[in-house]
């Protein structure tokens, strides 16, 4: 059956639009993240849409905007759902000491160990190779990266992800493809009883930590070899947190999220370091000496050996290639006590299908987290003691010893390169090509100063390329819209440089989203006297439609053919005909997630589309 990017079957099962609810699609309610516990629905699960609901009316930090009260983060609570769906095997040593029968009473309840306390040195008793990774960027396309080498290597992998862009089924993927709809409507099935349990003792395990125990008991029924962990925020106190890890790794530390993880990248490097589990080796990616010394203190007094880019490993000046990147990725001998030696001293040269000089460092992690779990693998079995050391690995021969060699064997350097190689970052500087010449449209999750300004230089970087590159031209249309909790002026003063059209929009699934009045402000703040071509269209889907040069109407019933497309108004090539130009989207995962639908249909006009998320909403 033939795929697409996103790993799913393209002739019978095509993306749906949304499985979100609205922001204000709940009656009677004022709770910012969804549903109130009292309107959850009971019984059995009549089928998907039921099992979206009720996943989406449990507490949803996600949906937290700046003023709502603090997220409650328990870790303890997350162990507990861990315990009681027979998970233990992904539980850090800490949690798994822990009665699996815990009062009752929240207040009454035992507390469980942090992490942090644990004495250093102490083995991680993880019994499946887990690769965990936090970072303000990159930690995504990391993830996907090492999934993607892992895979390549012949080994079976859970990767866990978040958000999701358009359907919740992406946060879980086995070998790149997402779960379906009825292991996803029996995940929900096989977690309520255990979650209303604990609700009647009055622990309230939120959407995320829902969605966590969920991906772990989807890779355990699936057997996986091996599971990716992307933290979903900070990294002390997420609920990814309370499982065991092989690898860590830390992408970058910027400002992001500061209401919830501190003011300084200090502050939100010390948050994301929580990840780093005593004696488990971490990969850091992190460039500025600030964070990178909270990074290596914290490593340091959890005995944890630590890999950095630059002085351990470090990546080539990339060359842009027709479709992507080439790059030499190459290893350092530590001259720095408690760095880890990779051994002998190698040179990959790296074929990357992916746009951003940035999507090299990114791959320069995932490189080394894969060539450390080789190692830690191969150390383990030389130990004679399994990667794992809690009672049920005796009975998964698949966590043998000899199992745990041949997965180590089979993470050659030759994995690595074809896996990167093939690899596919779905919303990270993702080209889409309108027919008959008409305009790119460039889709990126982009959502900080950091990462937008990665998104500009990638940008530029192409700008004046082959038309049969991966190029990019002017006019460059921006259709942006961004969360309240973002430091939209740092945004807005990267992307007027680069833009000569902006179209301000404002997502509609999410109540963080920033008021397009708001954002239209700020772009007319930073840019002061200077010209700007500046629109606001608060429905992002006809923001879109403007910025293709598109009406309604014409899009609907005359189609792209008869489109006059604004980007595409660039003076005549030499040939005499226009050059087309880029449109970009960015500001949010939310909305790259609403416009991603409409851009594919776009591209291929005839694609079915499945409305059942604006059917849930009719009921709501």
């Given at each position: ?30 709770e ?48 507990e ?55 303000t ?14 895979s390549?290597a ?35 099935a ?19 930590e ?20 992307e933290?979903?925020?900070?990294g ?19 400002l ?11 502050a ?63 290893t ?146 921006l ?20 833009a ?90 939310y ?18 589309v ?11």
């Open positions: 059956m033939p795929l697409n990017c996103d790993g799913e079957k393209t002739d019978d099962d095509p993306l749906p639009l949304h499985d979100r609810p609205r922001q204000n699609d709940v009656p009677g309610t004022n910012p993240h969804g549903l109130n516990p009292e309107r959850r629905p009971t019984g059995d699960l009549a089928g998907y849409d039921e099992a979206i609901e009720y996943l989406f009316g449990r507490i949803d930090y996600e949906r937290f905007a700046p003023g709502d009260n603090q997220p409650d983060f328990r870790l303890d609570r997350t162990a759902l861990f315990r009681r769906l027979g998970l233990s095997r992904f539980l850090h040593k800490a949690y798994q000491q822990a009665d699996a029968n815990l009062a009752s009473s929240a207040a009454s309840q035992p507390s469980v160990p942090a992490v942090e306390s644990l004495a250093p040195g102490s083995p991680a008793p993880e019994s499946i190779p887990i690769v965990h990774v936090a970072g960027k990159g930690k995504g396309s990391t993830s996907t990266m090492v999934s993607a080498i892992l390549a012949g080994l079976r992998v859970g990767l866990y992800t978040s958000p999701h862009l358009t359907r919740l089924n992406e946060r879980f993927r086995v070998d790149g493809i997402p779960c379906r709809d009825d292991e996803l409507t029996d995940l929900v096989s977690v309520r009883p255990t979650v209303e349990t604990l609700d009647e003792e009055g622990q309230h395990a939120s959407f995320f829902l969605t966590t125990a969920m991906a772990a008991l989807h890779f355990q029924r699936r057997r996986c070899d091996a599971v990716v962990l933290v979903g925020l900070g002390r106190l997420d609920s990814t947190n309370v499982c065991a890890s092989t690898v860590t790794a830390i992408t970058s530390i910027g992001d999220h500061q209401n919830v993880l501190g003011d300084t990248v200090e939100i490097a010390r948050e994301k370091a929580g990840i780093i589990k005593p004696n488990t080796p971490v990969v850091c990616g992190v460039r500025d000496p600030g964070p990178l010394n909270v990074i290596s203190d914290v490593a340091k007094t959890n005995a944890a050996p630590i890999v950095c880019v630059k002085t351990d490993y470090d990546v080539g000046r990339p060359i842009e290639t027709a479709t992507g990147l080439r790059f030499r990725y190459r350092v001998e530590p001259a720095v006590p408690g760095h880890v030696k990779f051994g002998d001293s190698v040179n990959l040269d790296i074929e990357l299908p992916l746009v951003g000089h940035h999507q090299a460092e990114n791959a320069a992690t995932a490189i080394s987290i894969c060539r450390l779990l080789r190692q830690r693998l191969s150390q383990s079995v030389d130990a004679d003691m399994p990667c794992g050391t809690s009672a049920e690995i005796d009975a998964d021969a698949s966590h043998a010893p000899s199992a745990l060699r041949s997965f180590a064997e089979r993470l050659t350097d030759e994995a690595i390169c074809t896996g990167l190689r093939n690899v596919c970052c779905v919303g990270r500087l993702e080209r889409f090509q309108l027919p008959d010449g008409r305009p790119t449209l460039v889709l990126d999750t982009a959502h900080n100063p950091d990462s937008i300004l990665a998104l500009c230089q990638a940008i530029r970087s192409r700008i004046g390329l082959k038309p049969d590159s991966a190029a990019f031209a002017h006019p460059i249309v259709v942006f819209g961004t969360s309240r909790d973002k430091d939209i002026r740092a945004m807005t003063k990267q992307l007027s440089a680069l000569d059209q902006i179209i301000c929009t404002q997502y509609q699934t999410n109540p963080r989203a920033m008021l397009v009045e708001d954002v239209e402000a700020a772009f007319r703040e930073t840019a002061g006297t200077a010209k700007l071509q500046l629109e606001s269209i608060r429905d992002p889907i006809a923001a879109l439609w403007q910025a293709i040069g598109m009406q309604h109407s014409g899009l609907r019933q005359a189609g792209i053919q008869q489109a006059q497309l604004s980007a595409g108004d660039q003076a005549p090539s030499a040939s005499g005909d226009p050059v087309p130009g880029t449109v970009v989207v960015c500001g949010s995962f909305l790259a997630g609403e416009l991603r639908q409409e851009i594919m249909r776009l591209c291929d006009p005839d694609a079915h499945d409305h059942r998320a604006e059917r849930l909403l009719s009921r709501s």
